[in-house]
């Protein structure tokens, strides 16, 4: 009986932290063929060729403090989506209390920081009344403040998002970190900014 063919799954994007991660695995869709893979996740950014350095480790980062919600949080259960915005009441946003824009602009800062258990995000999904949950390719469990924007991994600041919403919500992120990079733009402004209302935002920079 002849041997059956070994069936391999590409991952999705999001089963990575960052696009450097994927480009370290190759094994996820090159839509456009130019050799860089999930070009929409977040930075450090690889060109073709290029290899990454390896993440900071847990120890080697400063203290970044408690998580300090953006807004109250008056609602566990019963969030909804309006639009591709959350539900304020459940997730204001958060941030790291000690965050410094010196540490956001480290390459590998965000992939050292993120921490986001599979039962926080079944909760997420529990509280926005969700039974079935994203794969990746059709949405994810997003932080409000990106960790490139020095939110934190608290619930108050977890939603969860469908696509194409994520692949412009990464964009605008992607944008407001080299602004807060380059100087023009606050940390602390960014924070506010994408947590008040993302999609305002991002037509005010994108159209």
Sequence with gaps: ????????????????????????????????GDGIYCEDLPCPCLKPGQHSKPAPS?????????????????????????????????????RFAKVTKAEVCTPGYSSAVRNVSSSTKDAVYTAY?????????????????????????????????AAPGSHEKDRLENELHAEVCSGSLRLRAAQRLIATNWVAAFRARFG
């Design 1 to 32: 009986m002849p041997a059956l063919p070994v069936v391999v799954h590409a991952a999705v994007c999001a089963d990575f932290p960052n696009q450097a991660a994927a480009q370290r695995a190759h094994n996820t869709r090159d839509g456009d």
């Design 58 to 94: 847990s120890q080697a980062l400063p203290a970044l403090g408690r998580s300090i919600a953006l807004g109250a949080v008056t609602r566990f259960s019963g969030c909804h989506v309006r639009g591709e915005l959350p539900d304020h009441a459940c997730t204001p946003g958060a």
């Design 129 to 161: 009344g969700m039974t079935r949950h994203f794969n990746g390719s059709n949405g994810e469990v997003d932080h409000l403040v990106s960790l490139e924007l020095g939110g934190s991994n608290a619930r108050s600041n977890l939603f969860p998002e």
